[in-house]
């Protein structure tokens, strides 16, 4: 499953940098793997009461 992660990750960030490199991006971005970083999906579960 790392594996998997550190793959996608990586895809993600050569697309950012390849979006900055043509110009693309709507927002200034300084740091394609940063934004990537910044924008990460992470879940927050809350506990739950019986």
């Not at 050569?14 to 043509?22: L, N, T």
């Not at 300084?30 to 999906?41: C, G, H, R, S």
């Amino acid at each position: 499953m790392r594996k998997l992660l550190n793959f996608h990750k990586k895809l993600a960030e050569v697309v950012a940098q390849s979006v900055i490199d043509q110009k693309l991006n709507k927002e200034p971005i300084a740091d394609a793997k940063q934004a990537v970083a910044d924008m990460k999906w992470v879940p927050e579960y809350r506990a739950i009461s019986k």
